[in-house]
């Protein structure tokens, strides 16, 4: 089975905060990629990162993180010292090389408040 | 522009009305996909399309279909629509399958 768990649903944080959104993922493949994209209140899905499962590697891009662990089949996303921009809905995904599919997790409404 | 357009944006219709949205791109992508989403559901793939006369179901195929005659377009048919397809649908393409998908601007679908 293919699937992505997002298991919080809604998280609110005050400005300057960091936060942590969690994304546990499923596939027999052993081959895959994980993304994330964010969706602002203004409905727009925006490409964040895309991680192939060889690459273990942490990437930081900015007050954005990414923790991808095999182990635990999880990629986690860290937004440091979070901004009032922050909010938006953020979702996780997973494509696995055979299959030509993409498995969306039900997303993470973030809000950060002023 | 590098973009994924759709038409139209904002869409009411009632039962039974024969409805297509069209979706675009202009990056010579090879792979192109429908999805819809719903609140505390996510993005569910409904079909893709690998190449030219190449489409697939996704996991929430029934009550649509696709064709994908040219590489650039892309079209969503719902033959007879039903209000359980009341939606926002995304259209995406990508260089190839599990390549980085960019989005279309989204479609919000009323069906009364």
């Known amino acids: 089975a293919q699937k992505v768990t997002q298991a919080q649903t809604e998280i609110s944080v005050v400005e300057k905060e960091d936060v942590t959104l969690d994304c546990v993922y499923e596939?027999?493949?052993?081959?895959?990629?994980l993304f994330w994209y964010k969706q602002p209140p203004s409905g727009e899905l925006v490409f964040l990162i895309r991680r192939n499962s060889f690459d273990e590697q942490n990437e930081i891009s900015g007050r954005y993180s990414w923790n991808f662990q095999k182990s635990t089949s999880s990629f986690n996303f860290t937004i440091t010292a979070s901004q009032v921009v922050d909010s938006a809905v953020y979702f996780c995904a997973l494509s696995p090389l055979t299959g030509n599919q993409f498995y969306f997790g039900t997303g993470t409404s973030l809000t950060v408040i002023p | 522009e590098a973009q994924v357009t759709q038409n139209p944006r904002y869409l009411i219709t009632v039962t039974g009305k024969k409805l297509t949205v069209t979706c675009s791109q202009n990056?010579?992508?090879?792979?192109m996909s429908w999805y819809r989403q719903d609140p505390g559901l996510g993005l569910r793939q409904i079909y893709y399309?690998?190449?030219?006369?190449?489409?697939d179901k996704g996991d929430v195929p029934e009550g649509y279909k696709v064709s994908r005659k040219e590489k650039r377009n892309f079209p969503l048919i719902l033959e007879s629509p039903s209000p359980n397809q009341t939606s926002l649908y995304f259209c995406a393409s990508s260089l190839y399958g599990p390549d980085t998908q960019y989005f279309g601007p989204g479609t919000r679908l009323t069906v009364l």
């Open positions: 596939t027999r493949d052993t081959t895959y990629y």
């Open positions: 399309s690998m190449n030219v006369e190449v489409t």
């Open positions: 990056m010579n992508h090879e792979y």
